[in-house]
């Protein structure tokens, strides 16, 4: 007598195991089905108090409105120049020829030569620390720079204010790449770098507001453009210090199994995180030899010329 064998849901499930051990190839959503969420194709175990969407919308709540206004107020401080010499910055200062052109270039001197050991800085001091302190520093120099005598002093101060703020535009996005994966980072730097068009679109309107208080205190102006908006941004950065966020390994606004889940996911997506990895100078050189790196400056040129035009 032959004896039929019974089919069960449990046996079906020992088929499909089978199966995907028979390939070398193992899905955790097979072998463990009521284990909970897993993200995407990473097959990392989300929290079971959460979920990928939850938390994930959690740290763009966290991360990405508090770098856009840090960049926004960067921005605007770095570009308040030209209404400043619209409300008589030139006459006062008596600006003769290509000097005030050349107070523009000088800004853009230690922007750039400063903005890689700005972020060897970065991650040694903890991104809401070096952030907030550069925050504040540019917030001061543009105080100074409402305050200047001369033209050797406005030189100074456009050159002391890039060196303040060479750290916000590469630290911002580094800290981003940092939190997100790959395919998620993009959408991000988008609504990050929008802050910009906000900055254009806003300080011409307060600086005519602010132009209006003219010799308030015996000072012109231009001077109370400067001042104000440098007072803005400092006040804002004392704040920020305690809200900017650092890397997700030390994240305090993330219980201990969110915390392992970020890390893994990032982990999976990108290799090592941050907080593992070291910057050398073989690190710098290889970025020069990706052909995509050239292809996205010609890009930025591009995008920035109308913005500070």
Known sequence: MRVE????????????????YA?????????????GEYDDDLHVECPPHTTQRKLVAKIDFRVIP???????????????????SIFGLREELKLQNTQYNTALTIFFIPYIVFEIPSNILLKKLKP?????????????VTICQGLVQNYSGLLATRFFLGVAETGMFPG???????WYKRSEAQRRYSFFFGSTSLAGAFGGLLASAIGKMENVCGYRGWRWIFILEGLLTAVVAIGFY???????????????DERTYVQNRLRKDQGRSAAERSIGVKDVLNVFQDHKIFVGGFMYFGLIVPAYG
């Open 5 to 20: 064998k019974s089919s069960s849901p449990d046996s079906g499930q020992e088929q499909q195991q089978q199966q995907q």
């Open 128 to 140: 809401h620390v070096w952030l907030s302190a550069c925050m504040f520093a540019f917030g001061v």
């Open 172 to 178: 911002s996005f580094y800290l981003i790449g940092m």
């Open 66 to 84: 508090v770098l856009s206004v840090l960049y926004l107020l960067a921005f605007l401080d770095r570009t308040n120049i030209a209404n400043a």
């Open 242 to 256: 305690f809200i900017i966020p650092d890397f997700p390994e030390n994240a305090k606004w993330l219980s201990d």
């Open 23 to 35: 390939t070398n190839y193992y899905d955790p959503d097979i072998a463990h089905p009521a284990t």
